[in-house]
């Protein structure tokens, strides 16, 4: 349809004497034209659709399970999920979204799409492993348990494919050993397969899955530590494992091998790996399998890997491979001569006598995560910035050219110079750059510090934190997709503080050891003035996908809003009162967060699949609602619904007293043991740490998939983890071959 888009296309079509006469009587004629004009494009744009619809590919979602129906396709666990609201969108509608909800983690349309492809392949074991992935969306292997059976040889028929009994003299082999590629001969395990044990028997097949993520850091500025030769990958300075990078199989039809998932790297793996580089005689190899360029480097000849996991640029030079060796630092040791050496599971540099960087160190690796949120390297187009938002727009990069800005505070400057207009500042890398304090904004105006999308800038605050000054009415400040060094203290008076996609360092800062430098706040707000008049009556804290440390908010500000968030109190209180312990900050609303620590706030508004790890006081609890989540005892709440541990006791007791009603100290028996077992433990609780705030796998089941859809309470919610293991059974239950037992092991 030509012209479509143009509401006054068909009000052009009218003789011209109507239309003079339609603009004497004001135009009612083009406005009834243009409603009939309205709703024919609606009606176009449907029809246009019917054709995408027909094809998986294109189709909307509603379409996904008709279609899967027209090749008897069973649908996905949790596939139907698609109504929760998006309050963020609501929270924040100058960003770009339209959708800011994450995206749906139940792979439908990809399982709808290959089915075909999957039944014509069925019951092989690359298949198998094909479909653990495409169903779940984590990186799988595959392994037939009943080739590492050990048995003893027939002469009259050998079996020469027998892994035998291993190669003591191989540590890289022996370090495999009952994990994912070990390939050594075992004895029978009769038991059922489970996470760590039952493996080896002859109906068994172990699928293997990786649910953390390797995240690409590109050219980091490396931290220096307490020695000039010493340096972290981390820009923190804490130990960091490096990951390995996901990489594509050679080949569909084969098995993926430990180059091919995403884990943190062995330190034997890269040993083997980098060692032969020593015998070699020139000309050197430029890469490895693990070490290499991801890209061409400015002035350097080296050919790059694109699968490389990591590379070390010693004062702007690459470092090549023959002069790295895998080294374990855990106590520092210098080594002799020009080499680096490189510590994988620590995520340490030590250079040689001679080759002690003047200029600095910058890197190019992996870290590991479960999930897109704290800021990273990931999509996160649609959280920045509508471009429809009237603002004065900044650019900063590292040695910028106007009209980029060479650092973040001679942005800051400018801004200040043109008066604080209504200012956006995208930071264009992943540099390390400092952020002066204090900072004071203007009446009614916002100022957005953003990364930009698949970027994760270093900032530190100068003096440690940054302080907001002045009392200005109506003005907001927002930090987006940062890893934010150093904590914010709003000292004057400002209506809104965003905090996106960010990390605000837990403890401020990392020390050596990974350990929080100080149990400070990352997050207060003050109450009073300088003039001790009282402020901040109508501040919001609004904190979306993002990792902070405790936060102090006055309880007479208006609201306190975190949505898929993690918030450490760092072994005291994550939300309270500013200035006062114990006391009750303002009314909050939580959706999908993980709080480590207590919790005291003047009213609960609603808080839904939640873990709070410490006691919840609310002082108002004739309103508002806690939904779904986990509430220790002896806490104070609004009502709750589904909530454990009280779902559990209610269903224990009313299980014992089917055999026999209770008394009241059986009662309290029954109780106390509910409340010992049901108790939510992570992978870690130090952030830093791959699994920082990961569920346990021997988590109570009733927090692992206590959530409203049934997938986990807390930070992860979104993961929808419980769904994609069902779900992968589900089509094990159809595609494996009859008689074997599967088993789900979860390597990360």
């Not at 990392?510 to 990352?522: C, I, K, R, V, Y």
């Amino acid at each position: 349809m030509s012209g479509i888009g143009d509401r006054d296309r068909l009000f052009k079509l009218m003789p011209a004497v109507y239309r003079e006469r339609d603009e004497q009587e004001a135009f009612p004629l083009r406005d009834l034209l243009r409603l009939v004009t309205e709703q024919s494009d609606i009606l176009y744009s449907d029809v246009q659709l019917l054709w995408d619809n027909f094809f998986i590919e294109t189709c909307d979602r509603w379409a996904i399970p008709y279609i899967g129906d027209l090749v008897s396709n069973r649908l996905l666990n949790g596939a139907q999920n698609l109504n929760d609201p998006d309050t963020a969108l609501e929270l924040f509608p100058d960003l770009a979204g339209p959708d800011l909800r994450p995206p749906n983690a139940i792979r439908t349309r990809a399982d709808v799409a290959k089915t075909i492809y999957y039944r014509r392949r069925k019951g092989t074991l690359p298949m198998l492993e094909e479909l653990a992935r495409d169903v779940t969306g984590w990186p799988a292997h595959a392994v037939e348990f009943f080739e590492l059976l050990i048995w003893s040889q027939n002469l009259n028929h050998l079996r020469l494919f027998s892994t035998g009994c291993p190669d003591l003299r191989n540590p890289e082999a022996v370090d495999r050993l009952n994990g994912a590629f070990d390939f050594m001969s075992h004895t029978v395990d009769v038991r059922q397969p489970v996470q760590s044990e039952g493996w080896y028997n002859i109906p068994n097949i172990g699928f293997f899955l990786w649910r953390l993520r390797a995240y690409p850091m590109d050219n980091v500025a490396a931290r220096v530590g307490g020695l000039p030769w010493q340096y972290y990958f981390s820009p923190l300075g804490n130990p960091a494992p490096l990951f390995s990078r996901l990489r594509a199989e050679g080949d569909p039809a084969g098995l993926a091998t430990e180059l091919h998932v995403p884990g943190p790297v062995r330190p034997a793996a890269f040993y083997k790996d980098i060692s032969p580089l020593q015998s070699m005689v020139a000309p050197f190899p430029d890469f490895t399998e693990f070490y290499g360029l991801f890209e061409p480097f400015p002035a350097s000849i080296m050919v790059p890997n694109a699968n490389a996991s990591f590379v070390v640029i010693r004062d702007g030079v690459p470092v090549p491979p023959v002069q790295v060796r895998c080294e374990n630092l855990e106590n520092w040791a210098q080594p002799t001569g020009n080499i680096v050496g490189i510590d994988v599971q620590r995520g340490r540099m030590a250079f040689g006598t001679t080759f002690v960087p003047v200029n600095g160190v910058d890197v190019f690796d992996h870290y590991g995560f479960s999930a897109d949120l704290g800021g990273g390297p990931y999509q996160r187009g649609k959280w920045l910035v509508g471009d429809a938002i009237t603002a004065v727009r900044m650019t900063v990069r590292e040695n910028g050219v106007a009209p980029d800005f060479p650092t973040l505070n001679a942005a800051i400057a400018a801004w200040v110079a043109a008066g604080r207009p209504n200012t956006v500042i995208t930071i264009e890398d992943n540099r390390t750059y400092t952020l002066a304090s204090p900072l004071s904004l203007a009446d009614d105006n916002f100022l957005i510090i953003q990364a930009d999308d698949r970027k994760r800038p270093h900032i530190i605050a100068d003096g440690g934190e940054l302080q907001v000054t002045g009392d200005h009415p109506g003005s907001e400040l927002t930090l987006s997709g940062l890893l934010f060094e150093g904590a914010a203290h709003l000292v004057g008076e400002i209506h809104r503080l965003r905090i996106l996609h960010t990390t605000l360092v837990p403890g401020r800062g990392l020390q050596e050891d990974g350990a929080p430098t100080t149990l400070l706040p990352s997050i207060t707000v003050e109450p009073l003035n300088a003039a001790g008049a009282r402020i901040n009556a109508a501040f919001r804290l609004q904190i979306a996908f993002s990792i902070t440390g405790p936060l102090r908010v006055p309880n007479q500000s208006d609201s306190l809003t975190v949505l898929d968030s993690i918030v450490d109190g760092l072994g005291g209180a994550a939300l309270a009162d500013t200035g006062t312990v114990n006391q009750p900050g303002p009314p909050v609303s939580l959706e999908r967060v993980t709080i480590l620590g207590s919790s005291f706030m003047r009213q609960i508004v609603l808080a839904t699949e939640v873990i709070f790890t410490g006691q919840v006081i609310a002082e108002q609890r004739h309103a508002g609602c806690v939904r779904f989540s986990f509430v220790p005892a002896n806490s104070i709440t609004p009502q709750r619904y589904r909530c454990q541990p009280d779902l559990a006791i209610q269903t224990a007791i009313e299980k014992a007293e089917k055999v026999a009603p209770l008394t009241l100290a059986q009662r309290a028996a029954v109780t106390a043991q509910v409340q010992a077992r049901v108790v939510p433990s992570f992978t870690s609780i130090h952030y830093g740490d791959p699994g920082y705030v990961q569920l346990r796998l021997g988590c109570p089941i009733e927090i692992r998939t206590g959530a409203d859809d049934g997938s986990e309470m807390g930070v992860f919610c979104h993961l929808k983890q419980p769904q994609r293991e069902t779900n992968l059974r589900i089509r094990l239950e159809e595609y494996l071959p009859f008689g074997l037992n599967p088993g789900v092991i979860y390597v990360t």
